[in-house]
């Protein structure tokens, strides 16, 4: 066997690899030809708020504990390996261990929707959109007596140029947004004054009750306080990566929450 028949293989495995099926799908990428694995387990937290808190040290000593376990199931398997722990986002993991060395392809393991992480959402459209090598999905059902099973494949030619279709480049000096973000951030900011304006109607009128008035401006308040996170979430704070559980969260409050206010508050001005 030549060094040039080779493969190159990245493995992005969030979960500790077992022996079973996960590694046969492995092996079934040697195609005769053997491959050279390196695994990148990324060091991802346990829930998207200490993701948002920047918490790293607990996540990234139980990757490595990961690690060395996928390591020693694999040469146990008979497949030698090399392997790291990575980015607590399992696409900046990935582009981290492109830059050190390319590869023939990038192989994701990711667990069924029904059991999906906080993490996993929409993974593997962002690894189509962020990542050039042709990817492989490995779609995998845990916590069965008898050990994980690899319910579903999915392969995709080269990737994209690096952001999703309906990202659009606003400044040099703010990260691409989708659609879905500009929604959420001119409805919130247009959200935020129209809730403010009639929590002010409302206060200076001679209608509702003071606690009306209160109720009112609470929820201005809050209104106000919710979407300016998110603006500044997904404006400034790229450099944490602002995305997952607690950006879906923050944008449809941003598109249903201040719109209900805005209905709420006009309610109380009409109604009280």
């Known amino acids: 066997m030549s060094a040039t028949a080779t493969r190159r293989v990245l493995a992005i495995v969030p979960d500790e690899l077992q022996a079973g099926e996960e590694i046969d799908e492995i092996r079934r990428l040697a195609d005769g030809a053997g491959i050279e694995l390196h695994v990148v387990v990324p060091a991802v937290e346990a829930t998207a708020f200490r993701h948002t808190m920047g918490d790293v040290d607990e996540p990234k000593a139980e990757a490595e504990e990961r690690l060395r376990a996928s390591l020693a199931s694999l040469r146990d398997s008979g497949i030698e390996a090399s392997g ?7 696409i900046q993991a990935t582009q981290d261990a492109l830059l050190k060395e390319p590869a023939d392809e990038v192989l994701i393991f ?20 962020a990542i050039e090598p ?37 400044s040099e000096n703010l990260p691409p947004l989708s659609t879905r973000d500009l929604a959420g951030i001119l409805i919130g900011i247009v959200g935020t004054i129209v809730t403010i304006v009639l929590a002010a109607v409302i206060a200076s009128g001679p209608g509702p009750e003071a606690g009306w008035k209160a109720v009112a401006i609470g929820i201005a308040i809050f209104t106000g306080l919710i979407n300016m996170a998110h603006v500044v979430g997904l404006t400034l704070f790229e450099s944490v990566r602002y995305r997952g559980g607690f950006a879906v969260f923050f944008r449809g409050l941003s598109l249903v929450g201040t719109s209900a206010a805005m209905l709420i508050n006009l309610g109380i001005l009409l109604f009280t």
């Not at 790291?84 to 399992?90: A, I, Q, R, T």
């Not at 990711?110 to 959109?129: H, I, S, T, V």
């Open 84 to 90: 790291e722990v990575g980015d607590p986002d399992p």
């Open 110 to 129: 990711e667990r069924e929707a029904q059991q999906a992480r906080w993490f996993e959402e929409g993974l593997f459209e962002k690894a189509q959109a």
């Open 134 to 170: 042709p990817l492989r999905l490995v779609v995998i059902h845990s916590g069965d007596a008898d050990g994980e099973h690899v319910v579903g494949v999915e392969e995709v030619g080269r990737g994209t140029d690096g952001k999703e279709e309906d990202d659009l480049e606003i």
